[in-house]
Structures are given as structure tokens and as C-alpha cells.
């Protein structure tokens, strides 16, 4: 016996309300690096950042993907340079977890 359309409709849209309920919030630092923990040549596990705002805040970098514009070794650079970057993460519990990694664009104040 096929499912009845009036069944399937309602829970089609229930199903595509909840699913980006579930997508966590981006949100965006600006700042200079003040210290990388690089364990190892070419990798790095985190970081923290001196906001705009004067605040310290630790990222973690172990989940983040190699980009070749902006490759997580490429910290340490900005680290020596005080160069500001624009970090994008997640919250997952306590850890702010990076997805990506930009350089700031030119400014004010940078």
C-alpha cells in the first residue's frame, strides 16, 4: 500500500525545518596571533588571538582542512609579522573550533 501524500507532506517539512537547526553558527574573530602550538613541521593544533577588542581567545586547529591560500602553518608568519587575521569557527562545547582562515583586509587599526 503506497504511503498516503498526506502523511509524507507534513513530515517532509517538519524533517526541513529541524535539519539546519542542526548546522552550527559560524562566527568570525578579527586580531593578531600572539602564540601557535605547532607540535610538528607543517602542522599546527591551535593558537591564540589577540582580538581587535582586546581580548585573548584560543582556537583549535585540528579539524581544520589544509587551504592552500591560507595553510594553518602560515600562523607563525603572522605571528612574527602582527599581521591581522580574520578567523571563521565553531562552538563545540567550550572548544572554538576553526573552519577557516583568512588574511584581514587592509584598514583601520590593522
Known amino acids: 500500500m503506497p504511503a498516503r501524500p498526506t502523511l509524507i507532506v507534513p513530515a517532509l517539512a517538519l524533517l526541513l525545518c529541524v535539519v539546519p537547526a542542526c548546522e552550527p553558527t559560524l562566527r568570525q574573530e578579527t586580531g593578531v596571533v600572539l602564540r601557535v602550538d605547532s607540535p610538528a613541521l607543517g602542522r599546527v593544533d591551535s593558537f591564540e588571538l589577540l582580538t581587535t577588542d582586546g581580548e585573548r581567545i584560543a582556537f583549535d586547529t585540528t579539524e581544520l582542512g ?10 607563525s608568519e603572522h605571528q612574527v609579522l602582527g599581521d591581522h587575521i580574520v578567523v571563521t569557527f565553531k562552538l563545540d562545547g567550550e572548544r572554538r573550533v576553526v573552519t577557516q582562515l583568512d588574511d584581514a583586509p587592509e584598514g583601520p587599526g590593522h
Not at 66 to 75: G, K
Open 66 to 75: 589544509f587551504r592552500s591560500e591560507f595553510p594553518a602553518p602560515h600562523l
